[in-house]
């Protein structure tokens, strides 16, 4: 059974850093694609990260309104997916998701219906 379990998320001031984790169990690494996905009351799923093995290299993706301040790592022997959030602003104030496919895609894809397992989320509020 797969499970995802996330951990990591606060409160912090803005322009801050925070480093999200998601522990990974019963999964397999053979093809995979992994995501961060955030959503915040009344405002619809975001996928802003994803690592794969699409392709021979690893491939990542991100949106364009983390791009250049988050980035995404995987340590497949701890089984521990990593969101690295530096420059923490106001609007990035939400519930964080890690979610997995054993599908991979390249590009990776941000698209939540493409993901088959989720975890249950860490909340994450930047204050300005």
């Known amino acids: 059974q797969v499970s995802l379990v996330e951990s990591g998320g606060g409160s912090v001031q803005a322009g801050g850093s925070l480093r999200l984790s998601c522990i990974v169990s019963?999964?397999?690494?053979?093809?995979?694609?992994l995501a961060w996905f955030r959503q915040a009351p009344g405002k619809e799923r975001e996928g802003i990260a994803s690592?794969?093995?699409?392709?021979?290299?690893?491939?990542?993706r991100y949106s364009d309104s983390v791009t250049g301040r988050f980035t995404i790592s995987l340590d497949i022997a701890k089984n521990t997916l990593y969101l690295e959030m530096n420059i923490l602003q106001a609007g990035d104030s939400s519930m964080y998701y890690c979610a997995a496919s054993e599908r991979s895609w390249a590009p990776p894809n941000l698209s939540s219906t493409l993901y088959d397992y989720w975890g249950q989320g860490t909340q994450v509020t930047v204050s300005s």
């Open positions: 019963g999964f397999s690494f053979s093809h995979y694609t």
């Open positions: 690592i794969n093995s699409a392709t021979s290299a690893t491939a990542i």
